[in-house]
């Protein structure tokens, strides 16, 4: 089966072509022994089946980062390249198209963004450019569908013409030597949303846009998932799943330790979906009714907020603040992520480079951001001591964001590479391929995260029967009482935490507990250990040497942080 590869620089339409071409039938893989990913896809040409391939954006072949690496690595499997050039920043984007030219590979261009070069005063002369590369050039707008039929029935006449290996330099000049002869520029006013552009990048109105955009975006999400809970999963779980189970769980005899795994606990005769704990109760409640409509919220928002352009627009707006806890402003992403839903959070942190970056990101995220769940307990548990204590929750978690950030990128070693990434305009984004890439996200958490939980709510279950949970609150009972000034049944409280945040801190309330212990029962269960579903997922994401890392560091500092907060308030 033939292998064509779109090519191009990242913010090209790379992937709106790729929908064009492929349709929904698609697969998102990991580039093997790496965290790069890319999607695949099918599409018969002459009554045969071909493998379409949406490599990594790259600005070049000779690689300055992991994702053009692998771009240049998935070079060597293609047939034919379909090089995807941006018709609005011509010179730019021909830098790649030479490189591509001198490595033989039969090619042909797709010039996307053809219908935007009007409305921007460019005017390419398409035969000359044509005539220049010697290779076939379609002119396209992913977003209207323009020329991609065209594109389609170009495929079988893409050319390998003879190129010359040049250098740096000499590709250059001979990008300036093209540009003269094909692209002319006209003088044109900016339209009002170019200001918009220029605006979201300066400091002063750039951070009040942020602002607004990220409080708007996460309120939308908030609604989206609570609204998907309520009047969706939470229904099928109460009135379609919980009887089966109540008539399993009869058939089974209502306890033992099989019960009790596979159902799960009864509590006063009823299966609780949040403390049962068992396999086909907590096991599945908890990523599809409590996961999945976070996640599905979040990517809706984060796919929107990408087609638009403006996610770039955030990253180099952020940037200089993120390197003091050595990240760079793409940890924004995955941080914001994390007040939502933890989970695709961590997995999130994917779109970091380095090692060292997606472990110090996956860490802070997994201490010091609260997910929507924890924060409706905060609000309404804290809250009804008064909005002071709310305040002194997140103002805590925030300044050990902060501090526990500046420490890790001082004292872990590796670098944290330089943002260096594309703006591109503003656009209206295309609806089927924010629709395309929210399925492939979620079917991604599906296949990924679900099987994990399932299995490590199997291993807790087995812990909590066996009776090693009761060893490890006793053995923990000192620290709850003395160092954290908790009562001593707060310690069911934090293991259950483990499950799920909002229910440790419901149980927290049902002790009778001040102001100054619910402040400190609050900081505390966030910063410990995440919920299950977060931890199978950066165990997986870290590997165990740094999971277990980034678990110590968790234990610490709680502790450290409650203990101050008992000192000082």
């Known amino acids: 089966m033939k292998k064509i590869l779109l090519m191009g620089n990242p913010n090209v339409g790379k992937s709106v072509i790729f929908s064009r071409l492929t349709g929904v039938r698609v697969i998102s893989s990991n580039y093997p022994g790496t965290t790069v990913s890319y999607t695949s896809g099918f599409m018969k040409i002459d009554d045969r089946r071909v493998e379409i391939i949406d490599v990594p954006g790259t600005y070049t072949l000779e690689p300055t980062c992991e994702a053009e690496k692998i771009a240049l690595e998935m070079l060597k499997m293609g047939d034919i390249v379909i090089n995807i050039v941006d018709a609005t920043n011509l010179e730019r984007n021909l830098y790649l198209t030479l490189q591509l030219l001198e490595m033989n590979i039969p090619m042909i261009i797709a010039l996307n963004m053809w219908d935007d070069t009007k409305h921007r005063g460019i005017t390419i002369n398409l035969e000359k450019l044509r005539e220049v590369l010697g290779i076939p050039i379609i002119p396209t707008s992913g977003l209207t569908g323009q020329g991609i039929k065209e594109l389609v029935t170009s495929i079988s006449g893409a050319v390998s013409p003879p190129s010359p290996i040049r250098t740096r330099d000499e590709r250059w000049s001979t990008v300036g030597s093209i540009i003269d002869q094909v692209q002319q520029i006209s003088h044109r006013h900016h339209r009002w949303f170019e200001r918009l552009e220029d605006a979201s990048v300066k400091p002063k109105t750039g951070i009040m846009m942020a602002i607004a955009i990220l409080v708007g975006s996460f309120i939308v999400i908030r609604f989206i998932g609570e609204f998907l809970i309520t009047y969706l999963l939470d229904p099928i779980f109460h009135y379609l799943w919980l009887p089966i189970l109540m008539k399993l769980s009869i058939f089974m005899g209502k306890s033992g330790l099989l019960h009790d795994v596979i159902v799960g606990k009864l509590f006063d005769g009823q299966i609780n979906f949040i403390e049962s704990f068992g396999l086909l109760s907590s096991g599945l409640y908890v990523p599809f009714a409590m996961v999945l409509p976070y996640i599905i919220s979040f990517y809706l928002i984060l796919g929107i907020l990408e087609d638009t352009g403006y996610l770039p627009r955030l990253a180099v707006l952020l940037d200089t603040g993120m390197h003091k806890v050595g990240l760079h402003g793409f940890a924004i992403i995955p941080s914001l992520l994390g007040f939502g839903c933890n989970v695709p959070a961590v997995m999130a942190t994917r779109v970091l480079e380095s090692k060292r970056e997606r472990f110090i990101a996956a860490t802070l995220i997994s201490i010091a951001v609260p997910c929507a769940s924890a924060q409706a307990m905060i609000f309404g548990l804290v809250g009804k001591h008064g909005g002071q204590y709310v305040a002194i929750v997140y103002l805590t978690l925030f300044l050990v964001w902060i501090a526990l950030g500046i420490l890790l990128n001082r004292l872990l070693k590796g670098y944290s590479p330089e943002l260096l990434i594309e703006i591109p305009p503003y656009r209206i984004p295309p609806w089927d391929t924010i629709i395309q890439k929210l399925w492939r996200r979620t079917y991604g958490f599906l296949i990924e995260a679900v099987p994990i939980i399932l299995a490590a709510v199997l291993v807790i279950n087995v812990l909590v029967v066996s009776g090693v949970f009761d060893y490890v609150a006793d053995f923990t009972a000192p620290v709850i009482k003395n160092i954290l000034g908790l009562p001593e049944e707060s310690v069911t409280a934090i293991v259950i935490g483990l499950l799920r945040k909002d229910a440790a801190l419901g149980m927290l309330a049902l002790s009778t507990m001040t102001a100054k212990q619910m402040v400190i029962g609050s900081v505390v269960l966030t910063m ?41 308030l």
Do not use: H, Q, W, Y
């Open 528 to 568: 410990f250990f995440p919920c299950i579903a977060t931890v199978v997922v950066l165990l997986r994401e870290l590997g165990l040497k740094d999971f277990l890392k980034s678990a110590s560091i968790m234990i610490l500092s709680s502790v450290s942080v409650g203990g101050i907060l008992n000192l000082i």
